[in-house]
């Protein structure tokens, strides 16, 4: 997957929203005001970090070198992935729903109707 697919299918999501809060080089995605997703355009190899469980952050790093804790982020709840090093398509895209499933989970009922 490279980064444009990325974009894509993090838009795709119901009421994601993209912005440039960090500046330029780092596309951020939110739902309901919280992110998501984050992607830095400058990176190489192309790297996004994604919200994950714990405990699942832990499995998936264990099953792909390049999946590793979250740069700059919580490191318990968020991993680093290179995006385009092999994961399959199919596993990007279950991270990226998984993410932006705890987010919506954690907004309040009101923010998750919308």
Not at 23 to 41: I, P, Q
């Amino acid at each position: 997957m490279d980064l444009e697919r990325f974009r894509e299918y993090c838009l795709e999501q119901r009421g994601a929203t993209e912005g440039t809060p960090f500046g330029k080089d780092v596309l951020v995605f939110k739902v309901g005001g919280k992110m998501f997703a984050l992607a830095a355009l400058d990176g190489v190899p192309a790297t996004v970090n994604l919200k994950c469980d714990p405990d699942l952050a832990l499995d998936l790093r264990d099953r792909y070198e390049q999946v590793r804790p979250g740069y700059h982020m919580n490191k318990k709840h968020w991993n680093t992935v290179e995006i385009d090093s092999g994961i399959p398509e199919a596993e990007l895209r279950t991270m990226i729903d998984h993410s932006y499933e705890l987010v919506v989970k954690s907004l309040p009922k009101a923010k998750q109707k919308l």
